[in-house]
């Protein structure tokens, strides 16, 4: 169903899809869309799986804060709309966390494209704060497709997410360079990450390569959302 929440006198439409069974708090997961706004194709693929596996699964159209719909490369790196999506993630991060439904120490994002470029900007800053309980608000980053780049790179710390990075090798819209410096700053880091690189797979992970994908995903989170 879609929820909606104010961010900035904006309203912000979240799908939500819960387990059967929220007798006792559940984790949950965040889902991040890439630029195209394309919500529904990954909902459609794990949603069923998610749910059934006793987790919430959550995903805001996170355009909604600025009235975008597809942005193009400019607007991405303008630096006024980065910092938007980022406050429009944060704010379903909390609304998230405020459900009785939801355990709130096990809550993970999962980003795809530009969408895991704003989870994993978002789990840099949240690392670098003063306060235990933010750098406590997100139990797990799953980046397909994405990086991290400047001025979250250089704010990311110790406390960054545990993180799985997924990449095609012959990505042409993201380069594979860009997974193998986030791996290099999280190893510096010493934060606990996995990498699953995908030989001769572009910025869209074909049909055979969506298989080792998922089951490398839902095994990932299912260690890490453990209570």
Do not use: C
Request: a negative charge.
């Amino acid at each position: 169903m879609t929820e909606i929440i104010q961010v900035e006198r904006r309203d912000l439409r979240i799908e939500a899809h819960l387990p059967q069974n929220t007798s006792t708090p559940v984790p949950a997961i965040i889902l991040l869309h890439g630029s195209g706004g394309n919500v529904g194709w990954w909902l459609e693929r794990i949603a069923p799986q998610v749910t059934a596996a006793g987790i919430a699964l959550f995903a805001p159209h996170y355009f909604d804060r600025t009235g975008s719909t597809r942005p193009d490369y400019e607007t991405i790196m303008d630096g006024v709309h980065v910092p938007q999506w980022i406050e429009a993630v944060e704010a379903t991060l909390a609304y998230v966390a405020d459900r009785p439904e939801i355990d709130a120490s096990r809550i993970a994002l999962v980003g795809v494209s530009l969408g895991a470029f704003l989870s994993l900007g978002l789990g840099a800053m949240l690392s670098a704060s003063p306060l235990q309980e933010d750098r406590k608000r997100i139990r797990a980053i799953v980046d397909l497709s994405g990086g991290l780049i400047e001025p979250f790179r250089s704010q990311a710390t110790h406390d960054f997410p545990p993180t799985l990075v997924v990449h095609g090798e012959a990505d042409d819209v993201v380069h594979v360079k860009d997974a193998h410096a986030l791996i290099d700053r999280l190893t510096e880091l010493d934060v606990p990450h996995e990498a699953l690189l995908l030989p001769g797979e572009g910025h869209w992970f074909s049909d055979a390569a969506q298989i080792p994908l998922f089951l490398r995903l839902a095994d990932f989170l299912s260690r890490h959302l453990k209570p």
